[in-house]
């Protein structure tokens, strides 16, 4: 392939899986991976490697936007982060053992598990469109966990309450364990740990979990880095792309409806998910 073309190819890859990310909060790796081990014939080591600095670069390109707007909740970010900065560490240690024991296969089969997974919970997420607060618990006051942000697609305020913080620490290890082990920012087990498991609404779980795997994607990278799985030109292509398609999806997330963007992004889960499972398979 025409070096220019395959630089191009990967700076929309990145585009493509930043803009989405951006809008999902699941760090645009579930597009990234499946695209350059695929379509583009690029190891899985180093796709989850592109994909992690990708999620870096989404994080950056679109965390400071939601902040700006309090979409996100900075404490309930920070409170959880020490979990999934752990288990980031633990699945990128994990992640050496596979790679050296030529068991990629395995890590294919588990990637296409992981995209079903995200599917079931969001095709369950659709029956939940209209959030209503919980009652506060003990965890809600004193991690205060609650808030309100003001939702453009909606033109009303929304005001909300995070409970059940211990079971969204628990989920936020491993979802850093699957961020070192796949190369992905975690964002699908980030948002389901604060959208289903703590009651938290889908605009403050997807924009607090932006916030939150640019620091998890940078504790796996290191350990990535080390093993050389990292490759420079591939990772610098991919991020160019994320940046700018973070961009671009932070000012389409402010007038966006969720359901419109979960049809969407349901389909491109299935897909994903068969093609990353048959390759694992030998099909």
Request: glycine fraction near 12%; proline fraction near 2%.
């Amino acid at each position: 392939m025409i070096w220019y073309l395959l630089l191009a190819l990967m700076v929309a890859t990145g585009l493509v899986g930043g803009f989405l990310g951006a809008i999902v909060g699941l760090g645009g790796a579930v597009v990234i991976v499946p695209i350059l081990t695929l379509f583009l014939g690029v190891p899985i080591a180093y796709a989850a490697g592109a994909a992690l600095v990708s999620a870096i670069a989404t994080s950056s390109g679109s965390a400071s936007s939601y902040v700006m707007d309090k979409v996100s909740n900075i404490k309930i970010g920070m409170s959880l982060e020490v979990g999934t900065t752990l288990g980031a560490i633990v699945g990128s240690l994990i992640v050496a053992y596979i790679y050296s024991r030529n068991l990629s296969s395995l890590v294919f089969v588990l990637f296409g598990g992981v995209l079903l997974v995200s599917l079931y919970f969001e095709l369950v997420h659709r029956r939940h469109e209209h959030y209503k607060a919980p009652k506060p618990d003990s965890t809600t006051r004193i991690f205060q966990m609650g808030g309100s942000y003001y939702d453009h697609a909606l033109r009303r305020n929304v005001r909300y309450n995070g409970i059940r913080w211990h079971i969204g620490e628990a989920v936020m290890f491993f979802a850093g364990v699957i961020s070192g082990l796949l190369g992905v920012g975690s964002g699908v087990m980030k948002v389901v740990a604060m959208d289903m498991g703590m009651r938290l609404p889908t605009k403050v779980s997807t924009s607090t979990s932006n916030f939150m795997i640019g620091v998890t994607a940078a504790a796996s990278s290191i350990v990535y880095w080390n093993f050389g799985y990292i490759q420079p030109f591939i990772a610098g292509t991919i991020a160019v792309g994320a940046i700018v398609g973070a961009y671009l999806g932070t000012k389409m997330f402010k007038r966006m409806h969720g359901r419109t963007i979960r049809m969407i992004f349901m389909v491109l889960l299935a897909l994903m998910a068969v093609q990353m499972i048959a390759k694992g398979v030998g099909l």
